[in-house]
Structures are given as C-alpha cells and as structure tokens.
C-alpha cells in the first residue's frame, strides 16, 4: 500500500493552493455575500486547464487522473466551496460527454467544457423527482428528425449561466427503467430557459435555477448515449460527483480547522490561550481526527475509480463521511470563536452555511446509507 501522493501531485495541489490564495480567498466573502457567479474566476480557471483536468489533452483537458483533480477541487474548496462545487460539477458533465458521446459530440461539446471556455448543466431533479429519478415528468417526444422537449427541472446547478445543458427526459415511459434518455441542449435554443432563480444558505456564489423547457426541439444527434440509457449514465457520474462533493467537504473542514488553530492561539481567556484549554483543545483534536479519515476516504475512492475498480459503495462513504464531519465541525469551529464567530463575515460562519448542502447534494445522507448498505445486504 502506497499513501505517498507523486511528485506530480505534490506539485499541482502546491498550484492550486497559490491560485486560490492569490485569486478566490480575496474574493470570497464577497461572493457570498452577494451570490455573485465568477465568471471572470473560472476563465482564469480555464485559461489554467483546471476545468477539464481528467479529460484527455485531445478533448481540450490536462490529463490528469481523478484524484489530482479531486485535489484541485479541495484546495479550491478550503478558500471558496462555491467554487470548488462548480468546478467538480461542471467536469462530471465533462466526463459524461468523454465517456458516451460520440465523437463529433467530444469535438463539438467536450473540447469548449475541457477549455472552460463553456458551463455545463446536467438537468435531471424536478420538483416531485429528487432521489427517487422515476418520478421525473419530463417528456421527449420525437417528431421527424427533432425530439421536442417539455417540462420543468429545478435545483439545477449553473441552470442560469450554462452555455450547454444536458436535460434527462422520458422517450418510452413503458419502457420503465430503461425508457429515459439524455439530450445536449445548447444556449440559444428557443425552447430552454431558466427558471426561478433559487438564494441560497450557503455555496451562494454557486449559480442554482429551474430549467424550463417548453416545446424544446432539438435534433436525434443531440441524444448522448443509447436511446433509453439515461438511468445507468446518470448514476455512473453521480458516483464519481459524490468523490467530489466528499472533496468538498474535506476543504471545508480544513478550513475549519485552520480558523479554529489560528483563534485558538490567539484568543486570550483566563490569563492563557484558550488553546490550552482541554475544552478547546479536545474539539480540535476531534476535527483533525476527522479531516485525516475524510481526507482518505475520498482519496481511496478516487483512487479505485482510477484503478478501473468497482468505486461507487466507496464513493458513497467517502461522501457520507465528510460531509457529515464537516458539518459537525465547522458548528465547533463557530463554537470555538463564540459571538466573533456567529456574526456575518467571519470565515466558519460561511463555512457552516456551505457544508450543510454537502449532506444534500449528489444523494442525501440517507441515500448514501441505502447505497452503502445495498451494497453490504443485496
């Protein structure tokens, strides 16, 4: 067993950590503030080939395997988590293009996402449709050589500032599972449209809307995949999403740790540093504990989704794990700051707010346990 990251890891994770030091940590609490989407941000991100890092240099991305870019997102995620999501959001819509599309499809879509040059949107939640995806309304009705498109989609991150959306919709209802079908939809077309425009607790920078399709007609090349096949593609990259959301979280949870080690030392109660005091001191421990067992859970999932080897139950706890855990400490990190930490602009106040959606996202907490136990008890 080898826990060594490569030199070239190393290096990267090093380079990212300057990028957002020099350019999303300034920025960050005003984006929160004001829900603002950075897209003068994810062009510097682009420019700099964060935005496509597991796609092939052929299809406009780094080359990098996962987890260097589950890396990336992390680093990314410790200065703004807003960021880190939309960056790990938009490569799994990446991948899905690499990993079904055709290849005029990798050289039309893929090659622009990769460059950060376009925002992607995957659109598959509807108001009565979360986790259980049967229940998805949205119908494909083909009509010549055109499907046309009806229904509405919400919670769809990057809904509103998306140049290229990939809509989940049933083409043979009496088909069941195998009867929903993926379609790329790109800005421009009449028939797409954001919808209401959803503020958020937390990860407010990250752009979050409905989608709404009315009488949407696009071509049969525009499906992605098989006809019928959007059920097991879409779960495919919900696995490797939820390595990402775990990513993520262990951001926020160094961050976390990292305001509650500077307040400790510094703030003074009793005569002494409150982090000499067992109290505080004990809290700490307890989070660093937790980062290292997130930190390597997340790691070990990419890792296998890297090795070719089965991921998704470890996906799953690694998603399960430190969301939870940064949920839990980023409440102590405010904790230990007291009144300075409960008021707004302090870092662990945003820090809460934003790790409370990583239990919700990509599968809730409670779906994450009916997958890990499917995978124990089936």
């Excluded at 994770?13 to 300034?26: I, L």
């Excluded at 406009?60 to 990336?72: K, M, P, S, V």
């Excluded at 979280?249 to 002494?272: C, H, M, N, P, T």
């Excluded at 820090?351 to 997958?371: F, N, P």
Aim: include cysteine; charged fraction near 20%; charge should be neutral.
């Amino acid at each position: 067993m080898n826990f060594q990251l490569t030199d070239e890891q190393q290096l990267i994770r090093k380079n990212m950590r300057e990028f957002a030091d020099q350019y999303v940590e300034p920025i960050a609490a005003e984006l929160d503030e004001n829900s603002r989407f950075p897209a003068e941000l994810f062009r510097k991100l682009g420019e700099g080939g964060w935005m496509g890092m597991p796609i092939p240099v052929e299809y406009g991305g780094a080359g990098t395997d996962y987890l260097t870019h589950i890396l990336a997102v992390e680093e990314l995620s410790r200065s703004c988590s807003s960021t880190g999501f939309t960056v790990a959001s938009h490569v799994i819509v990446a991948l899905l293009v690499l990993l079904y599309g055709t290849e005029e499809q990798k050289r039309k879509y893929l090659v622009p996402l990769a460059e950060g040059k376009h925002m992607s949107a995957f659109s598959l939640t509807e108001p009565g449709a979360g986790t259980d995806v049967m229940a998805v309304t949205s119908t494909a009705m083909l009509d010549g050589d055109d499907y046309v498109l009806n229904g509405t989609k919400t919670f769809i991150t990057n809904g509103p500032v998306a140049e290229t959306h990939f809509v989940v919709c049933w083409t043979d209802r009496a088909a069941g599972r195998k009867g929903m079908s993926i379609f790329i939809i790109p800005r421009g077309n009449p028939g797409i449209r954001p919808g209401k425009h959803f503020e958020k607790m937390g990860v407010r920078s990250s752009q979050t809307s409905e989608v709404v399709l009315k009488d949407c007609r696009v071509p049969r090349e525009n499906m992605i995949g098989q006809a019928g096949q959007a059920l097991p593609m879409s779960m495919a990259i919900f696995e490797q999403g939820r390595i990402g959301i775990a990513a993520q979280s262990v951001g926020i949870l160094q961050a976390a740790l990292d305001e509650s080690i500077r307040y400790a030392k510094e703030r003074v109660q009793f005569g002494a540093p409150i982090a000499r005091h067992q109290a505080i001191a004990w809290m700490i421990s307890n989070m660093t504990t937790d980062l290292s067992a997130a930190r390597w859970l997340t790691y070990h999932a990419a890792f296998l989704r890297d090795q070719k080897q089965p991921f998704g139950k470890e996906a799953s706890m690694a998603k399960l794990f430190a969301s939870e855990a940064a949920m839990r400490h980023t409440v102590k990190a405010v904790q230990i700051q007291g009144g300075y930490g409960y008021c707004k602009g302090a870092k662990v106040e945003r820090l809460m707010r934003d790790a409370k959606i990583t239990e919700i996202y990509e599968g809730t907490s409670e779906a994450m346990r009916m997958v890990i136990s499917g995978n124990l008890l089936r």
